[in-house]
């Protein structure tokens, strides 16, 4: 870190959700509302209600669609998602600080990359979920499942609690980024929260270091503070 780094007890690292997050709303929802495959709703209530883990829940939900959608669905998302104001001043603001951005997504990897390629963000940085193409219907796969330690057991897909197992919480100040359910257990392990939407109350409900935010330049200017003690 340079002289200019903001006060942190610890050096900082950001693990920030992608759907709602990065991009201003949540993609997978969006696909289903406007392809509409039957079914989708019911598969959305059950992971609401959480009768149905996430995981089950998704791919349960692409592969309501043909592989030879994959295309339409991506152009879908990539001309249909808006980006949050302020991802790419964040982006600059790590590079010049030293502090490591990793994205940590629910989402998959055929529309997360495309949507994220002209941020210049290393590929090994962006943790998500896999797809397959080579049966009749979409099949999403899960390369970072859950860990031994994850109170969520294999309901996660993503486990965004595995990735922020990997910096110990002694050696890193953890900051977690994000907007809804799939944050929850992550905002429980980490040190401080920049939190939006169910987030945001979920924090206020359990008493976790918090700060709202509605785009990544207030992010920016928390983190200039050194977060909490602004
Ligand atoms: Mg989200
Ligand atoms: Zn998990």
């Not at 603001?93 to 055929?110: L, M």
């Not at 940085?125 to 999403?140: P, V």
Request: hydrophobic fraction near 35%; include cysteine.
């Amino acid at each position: 870190m340079n002289d200019t780094t903001p006060d942190f007890p610890r050096p900082p690292v950001l693990f920030c959700d992608f759907d709602g997050t990065i991009t201003l709303s949540d993609n997978i929802v969006a696909v289903m509302k406007h392809f509409n495959p039957p079914g989708w709703e019911e598969i959305v209530r059950e992971i609401i209600a959480d009768t149905k883990s996430v995981k089950q829940g998704v791919g349960e939900m692409f592969a309501l669609f043909p592989s030879s959608m994959k295309d339409e669905i991506k152009q879908y998302i990539l001309s249909s998602a808006g980006i949050r104001p302020g991802f790419a001043e964040l982006l600059s603001w790590c590079r010049a600080h030293d502090v490591p951005f990793y994205v940590t997504s629910g989402g998959i990897d055929f529309f997360v990359h495309p949507l994220l390629a002209p941020y210049g963000i290393p590929s090994d940085h962006i943790y998500c979920n896999g797809s397959d193409f080579s049966g009749d219907s979409i099949r999403i796969t899960w390369p970072h499942d859950c860990d031994d330690y994850c109170d969520n057991r294999g309901r996660c897909g993503m486990c965004k609690t595995a990735v922020i197992r990997r910096f110990p919480e002694d050696r890193y100040y953890r900051i977690l980024i994000g907007d809804s359910v799939t944050d929850f257990p992550g905002a429980k392990i980490v040190d401080l929260v920049f939190s939006r939407s169910h987030l945001t109350d979920k924090c206020r409900e359990l008493g976790l270091p918090h700060l709202p935010f509605e785009t990544f330049h207030d992010v920016i200017h928390h983190l200039e503070q050194g977060g909490l003690r602004s």
